[in-house]
């Protein structure tokens, strides 16, 4: 069974920053995204950010392009978000994701961590 543990959540000012953390354990992978997303009261699920391996592409959603990088380290299933310039409109609840997508599909997720962006 693959856990995904998250760290970094918290209340940070507008303008401010803040790193999120994700490590997965229990299985390993080879072709396989990780990323984060998040879900604001009243909102769907968003993606944010995913880092495709074994080639190490990435995505951003429009909204947090230049303000957020994601970075991964494949070898130990764990990836990171940096979140800069924080927005109002950040706050949510952040979930990390795995996705095997060789073979048949998996898909894993975290319990969530609440970044709250005061002003």
């Known amino acids: 069974q693959v856990q995904l543990v998250e760290s970094g959540g918290g209340l940070v000012q507008v303008g401010g920053s803040l790193k999120l953390s994700c490590v997965a354990s229990?299985?390993?992978?080879?072709?396989?995204?990780m990323g984060w997303y998040r879900q604001a009261p009243g909102k769907e699920r968003e993606a944010v950010a995913r880092?495709?391996?074994?080639?190490?592409?990435?995505f951003y959603t429009d909204s947090v392009k230049g303000r957020f990088t994601i970075s991964s380290d494949p070898a130990k299933h764990t990836v990171y978000l940096q979140l800069n310039s924080v927005k109002s409109e950040d706050t949510a609840v952040y979930y990390c994701?795995?996705?095997?997508?060789?073979?048949?599909?998996?898909?894993?997720w975290g319990q969530g961590t609440q970044v709250t962006v005061s002003s």
């Open positions: 994701n795995l996705e095997k997508y060789e073979g048949q599909l998996e898909d894993y």
């Open positions: 229990g299985r390993t992978f080879s072709n396989f995204a």
């Open positions: 880092i495709f391996w074994p080639v190490g592409s990435t």
